[in-house]
């Protein structure tokens, strides 16, 4: 399946749930509602011509006014990748775990509330994964995070 | 006779027999110096360089080097790579696990003063002199074998020069 016919399919059956981004990409990249994000991904999962099967990977974006989950996933047996990004508000961002579609999320979620802040729910071990153990000083991917010994890149 | 021609001139050969005259602080440094036993300790780049040092090509052997896979056997570690802020406890620990006379060596950028790692990064430690003191500052990014060899051939002289008084206070 090339991207194109991934395009078309999308766009024919799932219009309501899927907002295609101009990313200037070649891989396409949907806006997802945070509300709808794990029915979608269940379909996108169980759906006989696309199938995506596997959990690439959770990133997370801070754009300083919102934050950003970017979910890649692939398929398989199809050879296609999609990815799904979630906008979030960028106080109290929360977002629904999707480990009853793919249970390898745990690790990634985990990262994204350590490095980001957003809140996972439903998750049922959200706890330090990345960062020492007595980590204090907040979600330091975030652009305005700050600490005593962090030394910012001065402007050239 | 390799070994007494390479000690101090203090060495000496009395006529008609096999006894030298020595001093004990200059055999302890002697052997203290050719038998740096190393702990395997790598944490990015620098351990590829140090394993290459280590294999046939540069051999490490020659200068009475082995890897040890344990901090008990060890006499020196050499801090190969990232140092970051999970893991400087861990080589606090494994530092202090070290039987004395112990010795460290700083390979590489980011041991020194973080390297690449010095701005915007938020869970490197910025030099490995925060947690245990440093013997020898090895630079580059990370240094090639004969940089290292070289900064053990250093820390070997400066073994050699110790006073036995000094190291007893330590």
Redesign the interface.
């Known amino acids: 399946m090339t991207f194109d016919e991934l395009k078309e399919y999308l766009a024919a059956n799932f219009a309501d749930d899927l907002t295609l981004l101009d990313t200037g990409r070649h891989e396409p990249v949907y806006e997802v509602k945070a509300e709808k994000l794990v029915t979608v991904c269940r379909r996108l999962r169980e759906d006989e011509t696309l199938k995506f099967d596997f959990f690439c990977n959770l990133g997370g974006v801070d754009t300083g006014e919102r934050m950003e989950a970017v979910y890649s996933l692939a398929s398989y047996s199809k050879k296609i990748r999609v990815d799904l990004k979630v906008i979030l508000p960028h106080e109290k961002a929360e977002i629904d775990s999707v480990q009853e579609v793919w249970p390898a999320a745990n690790w990634y979620e985990r990262e994204l509330w350590e490095l980001y802040g957003v809140h996972v729910k439903n998750h049922g071990n959200l706890t330090r994964f990345l960062l020492p153990d007595d980590w204090d000083q907040g979600f330091p991917m975030r652009k305005d995070w700050d600490a005593p010994d962090f030394i910012r890149m001065p402007e050239l | 006779m390799g070994v007494i021609k390479k000690l101090p001139i203090y060495s000496e050969k009395l006529p008609g027999g096999g006894l030298v005259l020595t001093s004990l602080e200059a055999v302890i440094n002697q052997a203290q110096a050719k038998s740096m036993w190393y702990l395997l300790f790598g944490t990015a780049c620098c351990a590829i360089e140090l394993m290459c040092t280590g294999a046939s090509r540069y051999d490490f052997d020659r200068l009475g080097m082995i890897f040890r896979a344990t901090p008990r056997q060890a006499d020196l570690i050499i801090a190969a790579g990232t140092i970051t ?2 893991m400087a406890p861990r080589l606090r620990r494994l530092y202090d696990q070290m039987a004395e006379p112990r010795r460290v060596i700083a390979m590489g950028g980011c041991t020194i003063k973080g390297g690449p790692f ?6 490197v430690e ?1 030099g490995i002199d925060h947690i245990v003191p440093v013997d020898m500052y090895i630079p580059g990014c990370p240094p090639r074998p004969e940089s290292l060899l070289e900064g053990c051939i250093h820390l070997q002289e400066k073994i050699k020069k110790q006073k036995l008084s000094d190291w007893q206070e330590k």
């Open positions: 802020k999970k010095y701005y915007d990064s938020y869970s910025k």
